[in-house]
């Protein structure tokens, strides 16, 4: 969503839920920021490499310029020590693997290999 190169549907809701999960246990923002470049740059820290075709379809020219060989160039992070010091979804749901794999699956940054809800509703965590 905040690339601007995906439509806006149920799959992007499950990405929402993946987060909530997360504040609902945790009681605190996931990605704690409101700054898109920094909110990149947590998301690819605990969710991985954006896939190419993601980067060539960003609608902002201005963070299309953020990544570089596929990933986010973190010299233009203007508060990385945010990004450096954000936990993974590993190191805070430590010991609870069901959770840990049902976040995982709802943060898949590829909206095409991304839990459904019908599949999420049928996860082992529930």
């Not at 020219?61 to 990933?71: E, N």
């Not at 609870?96 to 794999?101: A, Q, R, V, Y």
């Not at 909206?111 to 019908?118: G, L, Q, V």
Request: include cysteine; proline fraction near 4%.
């Amino acid at each position: 969503v905040i690339l601007q190169c995906c439509k806006w549907d149920e799959i992007s809701d499950v990405w929402s839920i993946g987060c909530i999960i997360c504040e609902l246990f945790t009681g605190e923002l996931f990605f704690p920021t409101h700054s898109d470049e920094e909110h990149l740059a947590m998301i690819e820290k605990n969710c991985g490499k954006y896939p190419s075709w993601m980067i060539q379809k960003c609608q902002l020219t201005s963070l299309r310029k953020l990544f570089r060989d596929g990933y986010i160039n973190q010299d233009k992070i203007e508060h990385i020590e945010n990004v450096i010091g954000l936990k993974t979804v590993e190191e805070v749901f430590e010991g609870e693997p069901e959770l840990i794999d049902l976040i995982r699956r709802c943060l898949e940054i590829d909206p095409s290999r991304r839990i459904n809800c019908m599949e999420a509703l049928r996860h082992p965590f529930f």
